[in-house]
């Protein structure tokens, strides 16, 4: 089992940043990648970025060029850092990990948290 434990949502007006946390814990040793969904109201939960176990991202082109997603292994923590939010990147965001362990492949969640950009 995984456990992540997110941080860092909040309310920000558009134009501002904002950086949230996710740090893992537990069974880690076999965790693929990590990533960052985003659901908003009514909207099914979406990809934002991941990073990979060697260090390759991938992003949603809504998010590209403005979102940067990082990890610090020693930590076993990954950070999104968000930069000239918009009223459309409100959403709940939930942390991700992909694990791969004797032939399976299970998917972790966090809580979430939530993301509110003002205009």
């Known amino acids: 089992q995984v456990q992540l434990v997110e941080s860092g949502g909040g309310l920000v007006q558009a134009g501002g940043s904002l950086r949230l946390s996710c740090t893992a814990s537990?069974?880690?040793?076999?965790?693929?990648?990590m990533g960052w969904y985003r659901q908003a109201p009514g909207e099914q939960r979406e990809l934002v970025a991941n990073i990979l176990n060697g260090g390759s991202t991938n992003y949603s082109q809504s998010v590209k060029g403005r979102f940067t997603i990082s990890r610090d292994n020693a930590k076993n923590t990954v950070y999104l850092q968000m930069n000239s939010l918009k009223p459309e990147d409100t959403a709940v965001y939930y942390c991700?990990?992909?694990?791969?362990?004797?032939?399976?492949?299970?998917?972790?969640w966090g809580q979430g948290t939530q993301v509110t950009v003002s205009s």
């Open positions: 537990g069974s880690i040793f076999s965790i693929n990648a």
């Open positions: 991700n990990a992909e694990r791969t362990y004797a032939g399976r492949t299970d998917y972790y």
